[in-house]
Structures are given as structure tokens and as C-alpha cells.
């Protein structure tokens, strides 16, 4: 039940909501607009992105072909903060051999339940299942609603089940962006 006086955090899985759009609706998300219909007249106390620079982004120049990537991901970046997200950012980890990683899940889950003390809802959006014992816990040891937002082709049934609420995003008008 949606209540003007709650107040809303929101947590993004940026990674996760960027190539789950991609993939499934060769499209981007209009993340202002996201977070205007997440929020729904209530009271936005943070919207908090977790993203995660690839080669070539910081203060080193980037070259040729990486340095494409590097623009667009600072314009990726910059259209974030434009939209009134703060960013938490995390350099990708690539190990011998070549592997990569890139995961902010603790991170997330730790700013959710730092900052839960001070909000009514917790909404994360992502899809990803390794985030159940996270709403288990606002729930059940915090006493908080938690709603999440994912795409429902992708996002894990059983994180949909536990959630108060599961929105949709490919349901909210004029959030996907077709290229």
C-alpha cells in the first residue's frame, strides 16, 4: 500500500538492469523516469547506483577503441547523476588469465540495511536471486517493506515471491528506450 509519507530508498543494480535490457528488449532504460515511477509521490530519501568502470575511464587516457568505451561510459555516468542517482563505483577486477569481475552485491546489501534504519521502503531493482536473504532480513529483521523491480523474464522467481511488491519494468510507460 502505497503511502505519500513512506519513505523510499532505492538501490540499483546497474550491471544487472543494463544487460537484462539490452538482451531482452535491445533497449536502455530511462532511468529518470525509473525512479519517478518507483518513487510514486512518496518521499525519496536516496536512489543509489552501483556501477562498475571497465578499462580506460579514470585519469589514464584511453586509447583507440577503448577510448569509444570510455565516453560513453562517462555519458552513461553523467546521464545517472542527471537523473538524481548517486553513484557508488567500483574499478572491474580482471585477474591472471584474463577472467573479469565486476560485482557490487555486498556493497548493495550493506547500504540497503545501513540505510534501512531510516526509511518504510527499501526497493531494490535487480533481478538477481543472490539478493533474497537481503529482503528476508529488511522484512522479517528490520520491519520494513521491500519492493524490487526487475524484468520479469529474467528477474528470479523466487526473489519475486519474498519481495512485498514486484514491479514490472518493462510494464512502466516510457522506461525502455528502444536503440
Known amino acids: 500500500m502505497v503511502n505519500k509519507e513512506q519513505r523510499v530508498g532505492i538501490f540499483i543494480d546497474v550491471q544487472n538492469l543494463y544487460h537484462s535490457a539490452k538482451n531482452l528488449y535491445k533497449a536502455r532504460v530511462n532511468f529518470k523516469e525509473l525512479i519517478k515511477q518507483l518513487v510514486d509521490n512518496r518521499k525519496l530519501i536516496r536512489s543509489m547506483a552501483y556501477v562498475v568502470k571497465t578499462d580506460g ?22 546521464a545517472l ?14 585477474y591472471p588469465g584474463g577472467m573479469k569481475k565486476a560485482d557490487w552485491d555486498v556493497g548493495m546489501a550493506v547500504d540497503a540495511i545501513r540505510m534501512g534504519s ?13 539478493f533474497i536473504p537481503l529482503v528476508d532480513y529488511i522484512k522479517w529483521g528490520m520491519g520494513r ?19 512485498d511488491k514486484f514491479i514490472a519494468i518493462e510494464d512502466i510507460p516510457r522506461v525502455l528506450i528502444k536503440k
Open 145 to 163: 517493506t521491500v519492493e524490487v523491480a526487475g524484468f520479469s523474464r529474467t528477474a528470479s522467481g523466487k526473489l519475486k515471491e519474498v519481495a
Open 57 to 78: 575511464t579514470d585519469a589514464e587516457p584511453a586509447r583507440s577503441a577503448n577510448s569509444k568505451i570510455a565516453s560513453s561510459e562517462s555519458a552513461f555516468f553523467d
Open 81 to 94: 547523476k542527471q537523473a538524481g542517482i548517486e553513484l557508488r563505483m567500483k574499478d572491474i577486477q580482471i
Open 118 to 130: 531510516f526509511l518504510d521502503v527499501v526497493i531494490l531493482v535487480t533481478g538477481d536471486g543472490d
